[in-house]
């Protein structure tokens, strides 16, 4: 295995951390201030204004505009903080709408798909391509075409970064965003140190806000710093993941391109309440729509679970000491059954939950997750044979489906299980959200 190298000397690889047969060229595709962006398909009376889409319960800002983060609102900043310049500056502020979100997310992968079967999604707004079976000189022409695809299809800016490694397409992306270009490439030599060069050590993706001070006091203080350093080092240094990267910003692609290489091992769901929550059956109504969404996820993934975990929390700034309760329960057979899974999930919080807080939030996190129909070792005693337990699973698989094909055709929660709750008190307030344009009848636009 050969490792590519613009500038420096590297000694022989000590550590098989890279695997082979990766793509050679990689593009990053990336929604520009996505939620914002998301908001101005459907509102362009929002363009060229400062908008800051806020968390759940109004909290604070989770996404901003070029024209918010120019008034120097960070992100995460509390609606508090910046409550004096919204009237000043006509800031708009919006409650997150994450269903409108992730459906224009989902339109927006799947043209993608038009382009390309080599795809990973890394989140909802960001995808990698492949490019290697692209010509050099036709992948920015390749990538301009993709760019206002999605724009024209979905309404959607992006920009790309095109670049030989994952790590090197994140800071392309990150200059093209900085000097308002749609598509930036760097794959030379004297392209990859330049780029380095002007790349700050705390935007280095995998680095985060606490390593970077550590690294900065021994003197690397730019991307091209780090890249100078031997892999062995880093290793020692950071980790396993730190001399992936020194890898990754030497040229060399060591970070799983797809799910097939990397397959994700579990999945949380968790959510603030509207209102501060004290009684048990309030919070397991949260928990229970918790679990429910996390059995959706879980079948469209056709994935199953051996293990959920459930945490209940109080308010981290509040005037009470904090508390964290923390409950596990297991399944005699892995699955992605709602109705198991709540039961599970009612279990489990019967163990994380304490009289006498007032809890702030909630979540479910199923763990060990294995992929549907894959062979599994049962618990001794459980009745595999027993054809009513096996009539039962069949219902219930039945079952799932028929109430997930009614959500996706008529909308979400149109048929929902009552353990959540009829008049529940933990949803958050949301008095600022748009309407779910694309996912509900009701709340389609209306061009007059």
């Given at each position: 295995?050969?490792c590519?190298?613009?500038?420096?000397?590297l000694?022989?690889?000590?550590?098989?951390?890279?695997?082979?047969?990766?793509?050679?060229?990689?593009?990053?595709i990336?929604?520009?201030?996505?939620?914002?962006?998301?908001?101005?398909?459907?509102?362009?009376?929002?363009?060229?204004?400062?908008?800051?889409?806020?968390?759940?319960?109004?909290?604070?800002?989770?996404?901003?505009?070029?024209?918010?983060?120019?008034?120097?609102?960070?992100?995460?900043?509390?609606?508090?903080?910046?409550?004096?310049?919204?009237?000043?500056?006509?800031?708009q502020?919006?409650?997150?709408?994450?269903?409108?979100?992730?459906?224009?997310?989902?339109?927006?992968?799947?043209?993608?798909?038009?382009?390309?079967?080599?795809?990973?999604?890394?989140?909802?707004?960001?995808?990698?391509?492949?490019?290697?079976?692209?010509?050099?000189?036709?992948?920015?022409?390749?990538?301009?075409?993709?760019?206002k695809?999605?724009?024209?299809?979905?309404?959607?800016?992006?920009?790309?970064g095109?670049?030989?490694?994952?790590?090197?397409?994140k800071?392309?992306?990150?200059?093209?965003?900085?000097?308002?270009?749609?598509?930036?490439?760097?794959?030379?030599?004297?392209?990859?140190?330049?780029?380095?060069?002007?790349?700050?050590?705390?935007?280095?993706?995998?680095?985060?806000?606490?390593?970077?001070?550590?690294?900065?006091?021994i003197?690397?203080?730019?991307?091209?710093?780090?890249?100078?350093?031997?892999?062995?080092?880093?290793?020692?240094?950071?980790?396993?993941?730190?001399?992936?990267?020194?890898?990754?910003?030497?040229?060399?692609?060591?970070?799983?391109?797809?799910?097939?290489?990397?397959?994700?091992?579990?999945?949380?769901?968790?959510?603030?309440?509207?209102v501060?929550?004290?009684?048990?059956?309030?919070?397991?109504?949260?928990?229970?729509?918790?679990?429910?969404?996390?059995?959706?996820q879980?079948?469209?993934?056709?994935?199953?679970?051996?293990?959920?975990?459930?945490?209940?929390?109080?308010?981290?700034?509040?005037?009470?000491?904090y508390?964290k309760?923390?409950?596990?329960?297991?399944?005699?057979?892995?699955?992605?059954?709602?109705?198991?899974?709540?039961?599970?999930?009612?279990?489990?919080?019967?163990?994380?939950?304490?009289?006498?807080?007032?809890?702030?939030?909630?979540?479910?996190?199923?763990?060990?997750?294995l992929?549907?129909?894959?062979?599994?070792?049962?618990?001794?005693?459980?009745?595999?044979?027993?054809?009513?337990?096996?009539?039962?699973?069949?219902?219930?698989?039945?079952?799932?489906?028929?109430?997930?094909?009614?959500?996706?055709?008529?909308?979400?929660d149109?048929?929902?299980?009552?353990?959540?709750?009829i008049?529940?008190?933990?949803?958050p307030?949301?008095?600022?959200?748009?309407?779910?344009?694309?996912?509900?009848?009701?709340?389609?636009?209306?061009?007059?």
């Open positions: 295995m050969k590519l190298l613009a500038f420096g000397v000694s022989p690889m000590s550590f098989t951390v890279c695997a082979a047969n990766r793509p050679t060229t990689f593009a990053l990336d929604g520009n201030n996505f939620f914002v962006s998301c908001e101005r398909v459907f509102n362009p009376y929002l363009n060229h204004k400062p908008v800051i889409v806020l968390s759940g319960n109004d909290g604070c800002a989770i996404a901003r505009s070029n024209e918010a983060k120019a008034l120097n609102i960070a992100m995460s900043a509390a609606l508090h903080t910046f409550s004096h310049l919204v009237k000043q500056h006509d800031i502020l919006l409650s997150c709408n994450f269903e409108l979100y992730s459906d224009l997310s989902t339109r927006m992968m799947k043209v993608l798909q038009t382009f390309t079967a080599n795809i990973d999604i890394s989140s909802i707004d960001e995808a990698f391509l492949d490019l290697s079976s692209i010509p050099n000189i036709d992948q920015e022409n390749f990538a301009q075409t993709i760019h695809t999605i724009f024209k299809c979905i309404g959607i800016p992006v920009t790309i095109i670049a030989p490694t994952k790590t090197l397409t800071i392309a992306n990150r200059i093209a965003k900085k000097t308002q270009t749609s598509v930036k490439s760097i794959q030379t030599p004297h392209e990859i140190e330049s780029a380095l060069k002007q790349t700050d050590i705390s935007a280095v993706w995998g680095i985060g806000r606490a390593l970077a001070p550590k690294l900065k006091e003197g690397l203080y730019t991307a091209f710093d780090l890249a100078q350093k031997d892999p062995r080092w880093a290793r020692k240094m950071i980790g396993i993941m730190g001399e992936r990267l020194v890898r990754e910003l030497q040229g060399t692609s060591c970070i799983a391109f797809n799910a097939d290489e990397d397959d994700k091992k579990s999945i949380q769901v968790t959510r603030s309440f509207g501060k929550l004290t009684e048990f059956n309030d919070i397991a109504e949260a928990i229970s729509l918790h679990a429910t969404r996390l059995g959706e879980l079948r469209a993934k056709k994935l199953i679970t051996p293990t959920i975990s459930v945490f209940c929390r109080t308010s981290p700034f509040g005037n009470s000491p508390f309760g923390i409950g596990v329960t297991g399944f005699d057979t892995p699955t992605n059954d709602t109705q198991l899974l709540i039961k599970g999930a009612i279990k489990a919080l019967s163990q994380a939950y304490q009289l006498g807080h007032s809890f702030q939030s909630a979540g479910v996190h199923a763990m060990g997750l992929q549907e129909g894959q062979v599994i070792q049962k618990i001794l005693f459980t009745p595999s044979n027993d054809l009513s337990s096996k009539e039962k699973n069949k219902r219930s698989r039945s079952l799932n489906e028929a109430i997930d094909i009614i959500n996706k055709r008529t909308g979400k149109t048929v929902f299980w009552a353990s959540s709750g008049n529940p008190k933990h949803v307030h949301q008095g600022k959200r748009s309407n779910r344009y694309t996912t509900r009848w009701d709340e389609l636009k209306i061009v007059i």
